[in-house]
Nanobody
Framework: QVRLVESGGGLAQPGGSLRLSCAASGIIFSRNTMGWYRQAPGKQRELVATIPSSGSTNYADSVKGRFTISRDNAKNTVFLQLNNLRPEDTAVYYC???????????WGQGTQVTVSS
């Protein structure tokens, strides 16, 4: 059974920081492209950042220079460091595991990030 479990969300002030984690099980983690997506109320889910098993990371323009995605293959965990948070970063953040070669795509349950003073 595949499980992606996010943690680390919460309330932050504008300019503050949070660190999200996603622990994966039931997949060969090192072979998956891992990603973070977010969905704000009334909006479609959007890409935040992805990190392949090897190679360069990819970020949405809106978070470049503020967010950093990383992964620890030994711990089957992907992270998202959120710095200099803005109110428009408020959303539910979802972890994703993708293998295009197998056509598999898995999602976590999401973690709420709220940026407000």
């Amino acid at each position: 059974q595949v499980r992606l479990v996010e943690s680390g969300g919460g309330l932050a002030q504008p300019g503050g920081s949070l660190r999200l984690s996603c622990a994966a099980s039931g997949i060969i983690f090192s072979r998956n492209t891992m990603g973070w997506y977010r969905q704000a109320p009334g909006k479609q889910r959007e890409l935040v950042a992805t990190i392949p098993s090897s190679g360069s990371t990819n970020y949405a323009d809106s978070v470049k220079g503020r967010f950093t995605i990383s992964r620890d293959n030994a711990k089957n965990t992907v992270f998202l460091q959120l710095n200099n948070l803005r109110p428009e970063d408020t959303a539910v953040y979802y972890c994703n595991a993708n293998r295009w070669d197998l056509g598999t795509d898995y999602w976590g349950q999401g973690t709420q990030v709220t940026v407000s003073s």
